[in-house]
């Protein structure tokens, strides 16, 4: 199975700042790679697929980049609404690994 | 609108088995792939299993494997998991998911259920 890992595990922030989320897979996965947004007691939220298409509807602020082992998740102007645990998972091949989350709180 | 909602969740003993459904609306389900991601209580996401849309293919993690079969009925818009032989470490909130898939065969999970609960202790 592919492993994921994801840093950091938590991290905190403020209101307006840009923050970056990197996720490591163990072998390379292309850009098979989705990041999702999960707040307490709700289902995640797809945000980023393929790396670093946007799903729709999702705000303009988040984006995604990366390709083989190493990608990114990248915040800019943190709003509110988005402190939450963003998790990504591969989908090169199955079983479809998840990392094990990251933690984003305000500071 | 895409719908789906989970339920069957519940207390159940070691041991024993249960079986979840999800109920999908607002979309041809027949022509989605479908999936089962699962939660343990304060911890990350686990993919379970998913289902080609015809029911032709299905894939697991390795530890349900020969325990947990997914499946789907086309004509009740519906997907199913069943569980047999559950322990504690399969205690979580499931998630049913539909699995988009495009060009390139890139899966990714653009709508989820609720969620149900599946706790298993004696």
């Known amino acids: ?107 | 609108e895409v719908q789906l909602v989970d339920s069957g969740g519940g207390l159940v003993q070691p041991g024993g088995s249960l079986r979840l459904s999800c109920a999908a609306s607002g979309f041809t389900f027949s022509t989605y792939w479908m999936s089962w991601v699962r939660q343990a209580p304060g911890k990350g996401l686990e993919w379970v299993a998913n289902i080609k849309h015809d029911g032709s293919e299905e894939y697991y993690v390795g530890s349900v494997k020969g325990r947990f079969t997914i499946s789907r009925d086309n004509a009740k818009n519906s997907l199913y998991l069943q569980m047999i032989s559950l322990t504690v470490e399969d205690t979580a909130v499931y998630y049913c998911a539909r699995e988009r898939v495009l060009t390139g065969s890139y899966f990714s999970d653009d709508y989820w259920g609720q969620g149900t609960l599946v706790t298993v202790s004696s």
Not at chain 1, 63 to 70: A, F, L
């Open chain 1, 1 to 107: 199975d592919i492993q994921m890992a994801q840093s950091p595990s938590s991290l905190s922030a403020s209101v307006g700042d840009r923050v970056t989320i990197t996720c490591r897979a163990s072998q390379g996965i292309s850009s098979y790679l989705n990041w999702y947004q999960q707040k307490p007691g709700k289902a995640p939220k797809l945000l980023i697929y393929a790396a670093s298409s946007l799903q729709s509807g999702v705000p303009s602020r988040f984006s995604g980049s990366g390709s083989g082992t190493d990608f990114t998740l990248t915040i800019n102007s943190l709003q509110p609404e988005d402190f939450a645990t963003y998790y990504c998972q591969q989908s090169y091949s199955t079983p479809f690994t998840f990392g094990q989350g990251t933690k984003l709180d305000i500071k």
